[in-house]
């Protein structure tokens, strides 16, 4: 008699495939770990976000006190708004280094999981640059006023798109109504945009830091690998609550805490931390066409390193000078967000215009360093 054939649950064999029985590669290290934390703040940033939006009032005239009303009235609101602003610094911490371990690696050699894993970054960046303008704060107002007044210099439709933007002539409640809708759904697109992120990833198999294929030397995601990504969440979490606890508005522009004013213009207009350098690249072009297509250039070189990729390897682990040069990008993405923070003054412009130039030249010049240390 034949026994009745077991089914598979779908679901299950998804999980297991993806957190269990994945082939990983045995040499993959910790700097393979911001992944999963990516995932963890995201969830934090859509949980977060879901239960302050219960009493966000989405109006110019009742924005800021709504805020104000979640942080003193709402019980363990402010718990709430503390972690959703402080895992947003925390999420662009591990984006950036995610992105710096797969440039240093090589990961991006994997074209579609690099390519959806850029489309993701500037995702991420709208989601968080629409939800800087919803607090309605004096920074909110006019950054949405400086950064969606760009736009205007795109030729033939710039104007008509700015007023899109807008919702109207000048920044205002249709601008803020606009921003709110697009920041609660772009996290859910986010989260599905990663799933193909992850499905291309499997498809492909992990890099790892010798660049090598690694094809006969894997083992299963769990317990090996599982229980740093488990290491890791917890001290991200620990991290996020100490912060949000101790040193909550660390990193917040005191002008934000002042109800927007449309006839008072802050001293100095600056982003969030996150965007500086970008926002320096955007300054150091003295033509305002010139600096958003700077601006946007800065972001989408990134698709293109597959293809300027000449060496016979994959990692920098064998090219000491490009090791090198590498950490000399890392030191000028960190001056230019110094840089980004400046007034508009010597010699913060020029400073500015030679990091820029060494930031695009990077992408240039690193290819050339890898295929003459090939030669050598």
Request: charged share 10%; with cysteine; proline share 5%.
């Amino acid at each position: 008699m034949l026994k009745p054939q077991r089914k598979e649950q779908p679901l299950l064999k998804l999980v297991s495939g993806v957190m269990v029985d994945l082939p990983s590669p045995s040499s993959i290290s910790l700097w393979w770990n911001f992944g999963s934390l990516l995932g963890v703040c995201l969830i934090i940033q859509i949980v977060t976000g879901l239960f302050l939006s219960f009493h966000y009032c989405v109006s110019s005239d009742l924005s800021f006190d709504s805020v104000v009303f979640i942080v003193q009235n709402i019980n363990y609101g402010w718990v709430l708004r503390n972690i959703h602003v402080n895992c947003g610094t925390l999420f662009f911490l591990c984006l950036y280094a995610h992105i710096g371990r797969g440039m240093y690696f090589g990961s991006y050699m994997n074209f579609y999981t690099w390519s959806v894993g850029v489309i993701l970054l500037v995702m991420v960046m709208a989601t968080a640059f629409l939800g800087y303008i919803l607090p309605w704060g004096q920074m909110s107002f006019w950054g949405a006023t400086v950064i969606t007044s760009m736009f205007s210099a795109v030729p033939y439709v710039g104007t008509i798109l700015v007023q899109w933007l807008w919702g109207g002539f000048a920044v205002g409640e249709a601008t803020l109504v606009r921003f709110y809708s697009f920041h609660f759904v772009l996290p859910f697109i986010i989260a599905a945009v990663t799933m193909v992120h992850i499905m291309y990833l499997h498809q492909s198999g992990s890099n790892n830091p010798l660049g090598l294929s690694s094809t006969a030397d894997k083992v299963v995601f769990h317990p090996y690998f599982s229980v740093k990504d488990v290491m890791g969440v917890l001290f991200v979490i620990l991290f996020l609550v100490y912060i949000s606890f101790y040193w909550p508005v660390f990193l917040s522009e005191a002008d934000n805490f002042i109800d927007a004013n449309p006839m008072v213009t802050p001293t100095h207009i600056q982003p969030e931390w996150y965007f500086l350098f970008v926002y320096a690249i955007l300054r150091s072009v003295p033509n305002k066409l010139g600096g958003v297509v700077a601006l946007c250039a800065s972001i989408l070189i990134l698709f293109f390193m597959p293809l300027f990729h000449i060496s016979k390897k994959m990692s920098n682990s064998f090219y000491p000078l490009c090791q090198g040069f590498f950490w000399c990008f890392v030191v000028n993405f960190f001056l230019l967000t110094w840089i980004g923070a400046r007034e508009v003054a010597s010699p913060f412009v020029g400073l500015g215009q030679m990091f820029t130039f060494f930031y695009f030249c990077f992408f240039f010049v690193m290819p050339f360093l890898q295929y003459f240390s090939d030669e050598k």
